[in-house]
């Protein structure tokens, strides 16, 4: 599905407190699961190991974003015996933004990967 414009709008809905509890939960997924994050032509992929616990984790996250970020998609899919985190946004104004998402979480992956 190619994004169009207008959507919905761009932003988060979360306060401060819970988005400091909601990245400490991504890091924490990170530093135990995460294979890689790339980048896409509609916004973000991340693939996780497909250890015990990380897809109920990883599900539970993407539930909690689709409702705070509502300006993307949330999709979590098995595939290649990884977990695949697919965000896509909603309209060409949202795709940076999502390509932007979880920059935090790129030098985990590096680690990982190296």
């Given at each position: 599905?190619?994004?169009?414009?207008?959507?919905?709008?761009?932003?988060?809905?979360?306060g401060q407190d819970d988005l400091t509890e909601r990245q400490r939960r991504?890091?924490?997924?990170?530093?135990?699961?995460?294979?890689?994050?790339?980048?896409?032509?509609?916004?973000?992929?991340?693939?996780?190991?497909?250890?015990?616990?990380?897809?109920?984790?990883?599900?539970?996250?993407?539930?909690?974003?689709?409702?705070?970020?509502?300006?993307?998609?949330?999709?979590?899919?098995?595939?290649?015996?990884?977990?695949?985190?697919?965000?896509?946004?909603?309209?060409?104004?949202?795709?940076?933004?999502?390509?932007?998402?979880?920059?935090?979480?790129?030098s985990r992956a590096a680690r990982q990967s190296g």
């Amino acid at each position: 599905m190619e994004p169009t414009a207008g959507s919905a709008p761009v932003t988060c809905s979360l306060g401060q407190d819970d988005l400091t509890e909601r990245q400490r939960r991504w890091h924490a997924l990170a530093d135990r699961a995460i294979i890689d994050l790339a980048p896409t032509c509609y916004g973000l992929r991340m693939r996780f190991r497909a250890e015990p616990g990380v897809e109920a984790e990883l599900t539970g996250l993407a539930a909690l974003e689709r409702h705070c970020c509502a300006f993307a998609d949330w999709a979590v899919l098995a595939h290649g015996g990884a977990l695949v985190l697919d965000v896509r946004g909603k309209s060409a104004d949202s795709v940076p933004v999502v390509q932007e998402m979880f920059t935090s979480l790129r030098s985990r992956a590096a680690r990982q990967s190296g």
